[in-house]
């Protein structure tokens, strides 16, 4: 076996003041910056394709966590949709509020089931509205010029198969009920009438 030995060791230390200049030129400072945005996103271009599309540190992962952090993305198209959308809800309320005509009865007359002069309908945008005041009735009257005419000589009766085959609009159960627009009148939902 061979014989331990002992080694000596010297240190030498450099205060600032006394470092020589060689050292300086031999030593460089190391110092690690944290990298900033510009380097992050080099690197992750750099490794695009090496990063995995699912799991763990993967495409999804990272979607997922910025998603969470910065919200959803607008997408351009579902903007555009809803702006369509708006355009075709304005469309159609234009084409609603278009006054309809039925193909026998003028708008403003009234038909009356026949043999029953208190069953009395007001024809509006090609719809049938039931006259359920007699004071709104009164006015029907006044703004086709007869109110001198007897309620049964005004009305045109009908059999009630024949008035039932026009389509319902919102009942006339006030004066007031007759001022209101033919949007309402032509949006009004007539299956839940029943006559």
């Not at 060791?9 to 910056?33: A, G, M, Q, V």
């Not at 009630?160 to 032509?186: H, K, W, Y």
Request: proline content about 5%; charged content about 30%; glycine content about 4%.
């Amino acid at each position: 076996m061979s014989e331990l030995q002992n080694i000596k060791l010297t240190k030498r230390t450099y205060n600032f003041s006394n470092i020589p200049d060689t050292l300086n030129e031999e030593f460089s400072e190391f110092i690690i910056e944290p990298p900033n945005i510009n380097d992050i996103f080099n690197i992750y271009n750099k490794m695009f394709y090496d990063i995995p599309k699912t799991g763990k540190f993967s495409h999804k992962d990272i979607l997922i966590k910025s998603i969470k952090y910065a919200g959803l993305p607008i997408n351009p198209k579902k903007e555009e949709l809803k702006e369509l959308k708006e355009q075709l809800d304005d469309l159609k309320e234009d084409l609603d509020s278009i006054e309809e005509e039925h193909d026998f009865f003028k708008n403003g007359s009234v038909i009356q089931v026949r043999n029953n002069e208190q069953l009395n309908y007001y024809m509006q945008s090609g719809r049938k509205r039931k006259i359920n005041s007699t004071a709104a009735f009164q006015i029907i009257k006044k703004r086709a010029g007869k109110k001198e005419i007897s309620n049964k000589d005004f009305s045109i009766p009908l059999d009630s198969q024949a008035i039932a085959g026009i389509r319902v609009g919102p009942p006339i159960n006030n004066a007031e009920d007759l001022n209101i627009d033919i949007l309402t009148i032509n949006r009004f939902d007539d299956r839940s009438i029943d006559d």
